[in-house]
Structure formats: C-alpha cells, structure tokens
C-alpha cells in the first residue's frame, strides 16, 4: 500500500515537472532574442532616444535648404510638410521668379507659408490672373504675396474664389474695398459662397430689424469699416448687439448709426470681450465722478478705447491723470486713449520737459501729428531756453 502511494506521488510530481518545463520553453520561444528590443507595458516609460523621429522627404529638404529657405520655421510651421512625396517647389520658384521676384523673396514667402509649395503651376496661374483681375497688376499681386503670403496661397479652390468676387461685387463694394478684403481678411474668400450670402442676409436683416431704410447701403458701409465681418459667426454678432443696446442704453437708430460708423469694429468682437471691457472702463471713470449718460457718450464717441486691455486702459486713465488735469478734460477729447500707451508717454515726458503746463493749456497738443507736435516742443524749448538767458 505504501508503494502504491509511493509510486502515485513521484509520477504526479514528474507530471507537475514536466509540464513547468513546457511553460518555460514556451516563454523562452515567446521571449525576442538578442538584439530584438522587448515589449513594453503601457505603464513603461519610453526614453526620448527610443521614440521614432518622423521621416522627412529628405530631397525636399535638400531642395528647400538650396532655395534658402528657412528650415527651423519651416518645421516650426508645418514639420508635416516636409514628409510629402509630391510638392512643386520648384515650380513655384520659376513662377514668381517670372513675375518679379528673386530668390530672397520667394525663400521668404516659402519660409513663411510653407503650404504654398503644395500649389501646382495651374492652380497658380489661375490665382494669379484672378487676383491681378481684382488688384490691377502683377506688381501689386507679387507685392500682396510677399507681404503676406498666406492671403494668396490659402486657397487653391479658384471656382469658389471667382464665385465669391462676383458675390461681393453684386453687393456694390468699392474696388478698393474688395481689394483690402483679398489683402487683409482672406478667409472671407475661402469661405463658401452660400455662407458669406448668409452671414449678408443676416446683415440686412439686422439693419430693418433696427429700423434701417437701406439695407444694402448698410451693409456696404459696415463691410467697408469691418472687412473681418463675414468671417465671424452671427450668434457673435447678435451678442455685441443685445450688449451694446442694454450696457450703453442706446435706441435703435442710435446704434444703428453707430455700427456703420465708428463702432463697427467693435461689433466683430470676441464673445464678453465688449461686454467686460466695457465695464471695466465704466468703473474706472465712475470711480473718477462720471456719470453713465458721459460714460456711454464717451465710448460712442470712441469706440477704439474699447478694443484695449483694462490694465492698459486703466494705465492711460492713470497718466494723463498724473499730469494734473481733470477727467472731464480727458472726456471731451476722447481720441487720445486710442494713441499707445509708449506714444502717450514720450510725448508727455517732453512736453514736460519743454515746461507745458497740462492744467491750464490742457491735453490738446497730444492729439497734434508727430509734425506739428515736433514743432511745438522745438518752439517750447526755444522759449524756455530765451527765457532763461534774460534771467541770467
């Protein structure tokens, strides 16, 4: 009986052995062999030397880097780019070179806008002639592609760009208004022509909804002051409107008149951006004893105050302040808080210099161009200087 049981154990045990042996050759053919790296577990770190660098086209490099091109903000902008296997650099050397530039100038537009190298030579062409139909000639439209590259090379969809000059003419805008959209708001032309003849009808709209008796005219106006206004959304819009109505306690036709005048940057602003600045420069000039009816007369009067920060608003308030006059001074000349703040300091330290007394010939001779404001200072000092030698 102990023998059975003897003999039972080992065999189990030798089964128990082999089988441990199996698992482990198991692991061991499962296991990379020398040189093949191991897996990892998520939770590994990977050091930086072990993360795969992205391949770049190495003979676009090359091609780049021979142009002159700026490779550093290249792969700042658009390192992407530079792995694509079909690009026409080279194409677009010859191509502006042929209108007028030289390598320095297109290696400055590549460096820049890198995308433009992905525009072939019969999309360029096309852009070309159809921008040079709306600016004149290719001097200015090599004049526009070098100072801002992206505005001619953002698109490549030359069937919505036409479509969308011929929109915009439609409406009756000035050449020279159409011109400063194509130079300095070029996503109005990306964006689809039903969305700009929407964002137009929204606009007409607002203009009877305020009780406006030419629409078209309306539009005309608040586009030409605001050439951004078609590439922001109209639940934007309607916001600054309801903030603008309730914040400056205007009536329809006030802030209808005020829109397509001087306030129609304003009405593109940011979501709260109006509506916080706004009430920042309210509570600065209530705390210096103005009233909300001078307050809202001062902003309709100067709505560019309200396109800079509260700390620098507050920061002018402050240095004119220190100079000795009274807030009403500075209300009833409302433009001198839409000159930078630098600007305000340097003029003020000579006119300072020069013995200007701000209190009593008061803040107009801020307001002067850099001309007439030069002349000034020169004749303060020559009779400060013819002053001071009949003293001696």
């Not at 929204?202 to 909804?209: A, I, P």
Request: hydrophobic letters at 40%; one cysteine or more; glycine letters at 6%.
């Amino acid at each position: 009986m102990a023998t059975k049981m003897f003999v039972r154990i080992t065999g189990n045990f030798v089964t128990c052995l082999r089988s441990a042996q199996s698992v482990k050759s198991a692991v061991r053919c499962a296991l990379p062999g020398a040189g093949v790296p191991r897996a990892r577990f998520c939770s590994q770190q990977v050091s930086q030397d072990e993360v795969k660098v992205p391949i770049e086209n190495l003979t676009l490099v090359s091609s780049l880097e021979n142009m002159g091109v700026d490779m550093m903000r290249v792969r700042k902008r658009h390192a992407v780019l530079l792995k694509k296997t079909t690009t026409y650099e080279q194409n677009l050397k010859h191509f502006l070179t042929n209108k007028g530039a030289d390598s320095k100038m297109v290696a400055s537009i590549i460096s820049r806008y890198p995308q433009a190298i992905t525009r072939d030579l019969e999309v360029l062409e096309k852009m070309w002639n159809i921008w040079k139909g709306v600016l004149g000639t290719d001097e200015t439209v090599l004049s526009v592609a070098q100072r801002s590259p992206e505005s001619f090379f953002r698109t490549s969809n030359t069937g919505n760009l036409s479509k969308n000059i011929r929109y915009l003419q439609s409406l009756g805008l000035p050449p020279k208004v159409l011109c400063q959209l194509m130079v300095k708001s070029p996503r109005t032309f990306a964006n689809s022509v039903d969305l700009n003849k929407q964002n137009v009808e929204y606009l007409l709209g607002l203009c009877t909804m305020l009780g406006g008796k030419n629409p078209r005219e309306f539009v005309r106006e608040l586009i030409s002051r605001n050439i951004y206004i078609l590439t922001k959304s109209t639940n934007r819009i309607q916001y600054n409107i309801e903030n603008m109505k309730s914040l400056m306690k205007l009536d329809d036709r006030a802030l209808l008149l005020w829109i397509q005048g001087d306030g129609a940057p304003i009405v593109s602003l940011s979501y709260t951006y109006f509506e916080n600045n706004y009430r920042n420069a309210r509570e600065v000039l209530q705390s210096l004893g103005c009233t909300e009816a001078e307050i809202s007369l001062y902003v309709f009067t100067c709505p560019k105050l309200l396109l800079v920060t509260p700390t620098i608003f507050a920061n002018k308030i402050k240095l004119l302040m220190d100079c000795g006059v009274d807030v009403k001074e500075i209300l009833n000349h409302p433009n001198i808080l839409a000159f930078h703040i630098n600007n305000l300091k340097s003029r003020i330290q000579q006119l300072k210099e020069s013995g200007y007394d701000f209190q009593s010939f008061g803040l107009s001779v801020l307001l002067l161009g850099q001309a007439k404001f030069s002349s000034r200072v020169e004749r303060l000092r020559s009779a400060g200087t013819l002053e001071e030698g009949v003293r001696q």
